[in-house]
Structure formats: C-alpha cells, structure tokens
C-alpha cells in the first residue's frame, strides 16, 4: 500500500484498472465519490446562483440593455430604471469608507505587528477580531441612534475647515453619504487590521535587523522596509475590505438616507444598490420592477466577485494563509 | 547633521505614536459599542422580551419571544443545509483533494463566501419564494444555510490539513483503509477544531439580517410548522429600529443587547479553544 502522502490518490497508472464493484467495495471510493459529490454541490450552488440573477434579471436586461448602468430615472410608477444613482451611492460611500479605514487600519496592525509586545499584540488583536463579528444590523442601530448624533455636533467643525469644497455642502440631516461612509469604516477595519498584521508579522525578520544595522530608526524601518516587503498582501486585505464595503446591506440602509439622486455634497442622503435591494424587494410590484431589482443585484454580485477575485490573489501570493479568509 | 538626526527622531517619535493611537481608537470602537450596548439595552431587558409577543403599536410592554424561537429554526435548518455539505466538501479538499479541479473548488468557495449576503437573499427568493409564492422560514433558512457552506467548507478543511501525516500512517500501517483512516482516526482527531469552526459559522449567519428581508419576511405572531413566514431577531431589530415609535427603539436596544451577546459569547469560547489548536478560519 502506498502510503507516502496522504493527499495523492491511490490508485497508480500503471496497475490493471479494478472493476466498479471492486472499486466501491473497498469503501475508499464510496468516501471519495460521496465528498467529491459535496464539492460538486458547491460549485453547482455557486453556477446556479449566477444563473438564477441571470435568468430573472431577463425582463429589465432586455428592455434597458446597457443603459441601465448609465441613467439615473429610478421610476417605479412609470417603469423607467436606471442604477446610476445606486452605483454611485455604493462607490462613494465605498471609497470614504477605503480613505478612512486604510490609514486607521494599516496604523494599527504596524503598531499591533512591530511595536506592541506580543501579549499585549494577541489580546488587542482578539478584540478587533470581535468588532468584525459584531452583526451588522447593530452598528446599523448605533450609526443611527449614536453616530449620527455625534456627527451633527462635529459637522459644523467639518464644515469649517472643508466646507468650501463641494463635497460638505448643503443641508446635513444626519443621514448622509457621509455617515454611511463612516459606518462602513468601522465594520472594515477589522478585516484590514487582522490581515495585514499577519502579513507584517511573517515578513522576514533579517529585513529589519539589516535596516537597522545601518543606522535606520524603528519607523524608517517600518516605513522603508517592511511595509514595501509586505506591500502586495496590504493591499490584497485593502480590496477584501472594499468588497466587504461595496456588499454591506443592513448598516448603510439605515444611515444612507435612502435617497436616489446624484448629489456631489457627501453631507446629502444618497442610496447604494444593496440598500435599495433591501428597502424595495418586498415592495416591488409587477415583473419589470422586481427585474430590475435582481440586475441591481446582478450588478453587486459581479463588482464583489471582481474585487474579491484580484484580492485572495494578491494575498494568496503573499501568505498561504490569506486564502482561508 | 545633528539637526538631521533631530528631525528623524522626531519623525520616529511622532509615527510610532500615531499608529499606538490607531491602535487605541480601533479597539475603543468595540468597547464603545460594547458599553452603549450594555447600559441601554440591559436597562430595558426583562423576562417579558423572552416570553411575549410583539404588542400592537401604542401599546407598550410584549416581547420577542417569537423572534428568539423564529431565530433558532432558521438557524436549526441552516445548519441541517450548510454543514453537510460544507463539512463533506472540506473533507474532500483535504483528504481526496490535490488536483486541478479541487483549486477550483477551492477558489469558488472562497468567492461564494465574497457574495453580498442580500444578493444570497435574492438567490433564496427566486428558488423558494417565487415558485411557491409565499414568504416562508424555509427560504429563510436556505439562505443561511448557502451562506453557512464556504466557512464549514474552508475550516473543515483546513483542521483537518493540522491533523499530522504520521496519524494517517500509522493508521495505514496497521492496515486500515483510506475511508477508515479518515473516520475513525483524522476526522476525530480533528473534532474539536470542526465543532468550533461550525459553531463560528453559525454566529455569524446568526446575525445576519439581509438574506432574510425578502425570504422568511417577518411575522408578528408565532409561526408554526416551516411553510409560514417567521420573526427572526436581527430582522426585528432592523424593524424596530427605523420605526417612528420611542418604545420599539427600546425593544431594538433589548434585541441588539441579546443578539450580540449570544454572537460574542460564541465568538470568544470558540476562538479561546482555537487559540489553543490552531489558525481561526473566518
């Protein structure tokens, strides 16, 4: 029996192929057929899900073809849909969520990897982990009854050193791109934390020595050394991060404001596609409106598996361990 | 040149303080959430949230007691769905795995734990709602049992890859089959590990709420059998907490305060076992 490695199937080349009966009598086959089935399960799930978003996106693909992505008429009552506004709704809240949470996250897991004692690293490290298992329907609950609270006392401070840029114009309700893009902030840091230290811890520890061998200070070192060394892996829990973003579904609805229009100030109350999937799916009446509500999801679906794509690369090519997350 | 030096001191000073306070304000996030939690839903808890219905609006009292049960048999058929096939799929990987087509398992499973939670809901309306044409817990627990399947898939996997070769050889040795090997020996000595991950897994879908919106619905009153739709408590929260009415603010703080404490008391058991065995799979 050849028994060097457990993950090579059994069977040589070379051997006169058993009969099917013989085969399945021996059980090892009866186990592989029965798991290899599970995994066939998988990737059938994954295929019809596709097809499904496909199959009944029918009506609305055929009746606005590509124009969907590019009009902004969101008119349930005249049966014009266009995603514009929710696209831009999902990739400005994405993109202030990116500008805040990248300094604050990759700030903490320098910190956490490279300056913290290791027990204190783990203990801090276990509690940031917990923030990302918070659901999100509880920041939701706390954007709405505290952040925004909080942000209508700093907004005039905001707006006073910004307001002359078109993004801080306007009215502030409370319920803004901005506070959208402030919540999803803080349910993505986590992930950036967690990856990327993990991904400075295992740089080489001779990269640093021979920095500071030559006279570098502890955060030229950090800075000039090991953060360009661990550049790839950062950025691949940059764009896990911006996925997690882009398919948020419970906190943004309840902070966005649920507004389809096109506005430049982040102050103004937007809509993402995730929130308007969420907001009108039960209320969506006749086939049209419900069509183009699962191309909105079609939409999601594509950019999250882009972005997730290019992500568990880039950090898969760092670290073997990246592609378990 | 002392200048120089000055300056790059000052420099390391100042970066290396900057990202301490990083550190301090991500971690205050969680205790922040934790305390404003504690204090304001603890307040309104009592024994009524576990044991009344929702009360009509203006009345005041009544509880979520069908939302706590709706809660666990959405999760109950979740994991009747996702864990065999998650747990199968993992042991495939790992034991019979090594080709092409096992990367390419490998891979969609990773992107199918990337898909937007609603987009699942979608994917749970259209195969269950839309023929039958009504809301209902099964589709609901449909859609958490999909999204249940990459995690058992990936942990399941990945503890039984901790379990050492020499095991597998001794068993070999001795004359056991592949197939007995791997039940009486790997997967065992893997157990703990798979328990905790599945046990993971469930906290996290536990609080999901968008598959949920458009799949088991909601329901003031209680649901029996599988085909009605049903209260679950994250829906319950999102519910209550954009409505207009002070009292069901307190409700949702109530919900939120149960709902993340049973999340993170699963959270912190699991990863302080894993802690002690090996890597925690999300």
């Known amino acids: 029996m050849a028994a060097t490695s457990t993950t090579v199937a059994s069977a ?116 940031i982990e917990l923030l990302a298992a918070v659901p999100s329907v509880i920041i939701g609950l706390l954007g709405v009854f505290v952040l925004i609270p909080i942000l209508r006392t700093v907004e005039p401070s905001i707006r006073a050193v910004l307001g002359w840029t078109p993004l801080f114009q306007g009215p502030f309700y409370g319920v803004s791109v901005f506070s959208a893009g402030v919540v999803l902030a803080i349910m993505i840091v986590p992930f950036i934390i967690s990856i990327s230290r993990e991904i400075i811890l295992s740089v080489p520890g001779d990269q640093r020595e021979a920095a500071l061998a030559l006279g570098a200070t502890r955060w030229e070192t950090t800075w000039d050394v090991v953060v360009p060394y661990a550049r790839k892996g950062i950025m691949g829990s940059i764009f896990l991060a911006l996925a997690r973003a882009l398919g948020e579904t419970m906190a943004v609805t309840m902070v966005i404001g649920n507004d389809p229009k096109i506005k430049a100030s982040l102050f103004a109350p937007g809509y993402s596609i995730a929130a308007v999937i969420a907001n009108e799916f039960t209320e969506a009446t006749g086939d049209l409106y419900t069509g183009a509500l699962i191309e909105l999801g079609l939409v999601l679906f594509g950019l999250t598996i882009l972005i997730n794509a290019v992500a568990r690369l880039l950090v898969v090519s760092t670290t073997s361990q990246g592609s378990a997350r | 040149m002392t200048l120089h030096l000055i300056r790059r001191k000052t420099v390391n000073w100042v970066m290396l303080s900057l990202t301490g306070l990083c550190t301090l304000i991500a971690s205050g996030i969680l205790f922040f959430i934790l305390g404003y939690l504690a204090i304001h839903g603890a307040a309104s808890l009592n024994w009524n949230f576990f044991t009344k219905l929702p009360t009509p609006v203006g009345e005041t009292g009544g509880g979520m007691a069908n939302a706590i049960v709706g809660s666990a048999k959405l999760l109950l058929l979740a994991s009747l769905f996702g864990v065999p096939i998650g747990f199968l799929g993992g042991v495939y990987l790992a034991e019979f795995g090594g080709s092409a087509f096992s990367f390419f398992v490998r891979y969609t499973t990773d992107l199918l734990n990337g898909v937007p939670s609603i987009v699942i809901g979608i994917f749970a309306y259209t195969v269950i709602v839309l023929p039958q044409k009504h809301f209902s817990t099964l589709a609901g627990g449909l859609a958490l049992g999909v999204m249940m399947i990459p995690i058992a898939v990936r942990s399941t996997e990945e503890f039984l890859r901790a379990v050492p070769t020499s095991l597998r050889e001794g068993a070999m040795a001795l004359g056991a089959s592949k197939a007995k090997t791997i039940l009486t020996v790997v997967i065992p000595a893997a157990k703990h590990g798979i328990l905790t991950g599945i046990m993971l897994d469930l906290a996290r879908v536990a609080g999901e709420t968008a ?32 409505a207009p009415y002070e009292d069901w603010h307190q409700q949702a703080w109530s919900a939120g305060f149960v709902l993340l404490a049973l999340v993170l008391t699963v959270n912190i058991i699991a990863r302080i076992i894993l802690s002690k065995k090996g890597p925690v799979p999300r």
Not at chain 1, 92 to 100: D, E, H, I, N
Not at chain 1, 105 to 110: E, N
Not at chain 2, 226 to 233: I, M, N, Y
Request: proline share 8%.
């Open chain 1, 12 to 127: 040589g080349p070379s051997r006169p192929a058993p009969s099917f009966v013989q085969r399945l009598r021996s059980g090892d086959q009866i186990a592989h057929l029965i798991t290899f089935g599970a995994a066939v399960v998988v990737l059938l799930i994954t295929a019809w899900l596709v097809f499904e978003l496909y199959t009944n996106s029918v009506l609305s693909r055929n009746k606005f073809g590509w124009k969907f992505l590019f009009t902004s008429t969101w008119d349930p009552v005249a049966g014009e849909f266009g995603a514009l506004p929710f696209i831009y709704g999902t990739t400005v809240t994405a993109a202030l969520s990116l500008l805040l949470a990248i300094p604050l996250g990759v700030g903490a897991a320098i910190f956490l990897a490279e300056l913290a004692p290791p027990r204190i690293s783990d203990a801090l490290t276990f509690l």
């Open chain 2, 211 to 242: 598959p949920l919106l458009f799949t088991s619905f909601s329901n003031r009153f209680w649901s029996p059998g599988w085909e009605q739709p049903t209260a679950a408590l994250p829906v319950m929260i999102f519910t209550y907490a954009i």
